[in-house]
Nanobody
Framework: VQLQASGGGLVQTGGSLRLSCAAS????????LAWFRQVSGKERDFVAA????????YYANSVKGRFTISGDSAKNTVYLQMNSLKADDTAVYYC????????????????WGRGTQVTVSS
């Protein structure tokens, strides 16, 4: 299983970016896809998750109302639409694939993408 994340870049405060993560699997049924982010020297933090079968979404409090996670079953791809970006959102963003339950815990996710850098300038 491979996860290919893309869409990062440099954006000004208040701007938007959309991250994509394509999974090389036959189906994502029964899985959860999540986004985490990590600032150099700090722990990797949960951002958002979506359970594929139910479509239920979960968000960290810090991004609730600004970020939206969604999925495309035909493309086995998960997206993270990020609006009203702040300097604190600057990080490397990782997508992860886990089982059928959404958690914020890193070890519950088996497969990880390489990460894509998001930089928000003030």
């Amino acid at each position: 299983v491979q996860l290919q994340a893309s869409g990062g870049g440099l954006v000004q405060t208040g701007g938007s970016l959309r991250l994509s993560c394509a999974a090389s699997v036959r189906t994502l049924r029964g899985s959860t896809l999540a986004w985490f982010r990590q600032v150099s020297g700090k722990e990797r933090d949960f951002v958002a998750a979506i359970t594929w079968s139910s479509g239920r979404e979960y968000y960290a409090n810090s991004v609730k109302g600004r970020f939206t996670i969604s999925g495309d079953s035909a493309k086995n791809t998960v997206y993270l639409q990020m609006n009203s970006l702040k300097a604190d959102d600057t990080a490397v963003y990782y997508c992860a694939l886990g089982g059928g339950w959404a958690t914020t815990i890193i070890r519950d996710y088996t497969y990880w993408g390489r990460g894509t850098q998001v930089t928000v300038s003030s």
